[in-house]
């Protein structure tokens, strides 16, 4: 999913989503294009971890750390 524009600055998201295959789920946010955007992983690091990144001309930086989380195939996910 992607959505947003570089200028946004405050928001919120909310959906539900629901894996069929792998349980690795990214959302793109304050994305014009590809080369410059926020990335929020669900279920990141072998389904352990929900991470954050950014990419700006091209690279990507990973944010530190992460939320301890895991996805489950065939169930709903409330994501706020």
Do not use: I, Q
């Amino acid at each position: 999913l992607m959505f947003g524009g570089a200028d946004w600055t405050e928001y919120d998201v909310t959906f539900e989503v629901m894996p069929t295959e792998g349980t690795r789920l990214g959302l793109m946010f304050r994305a014009n294009n590809l080369s410059a955007c926020g990335l929020a992983f669900l279920g990141d690091k072998n389904n352990t971890l929900h991470t954050l990144s950014r990419r700006a001309e091209g690279k990507w930086t990973a944010y530190p750390n992460g939320v301890p989380g895991a996805t489950r195939l065939n169930v709903w996910h409330a994501v706020k």
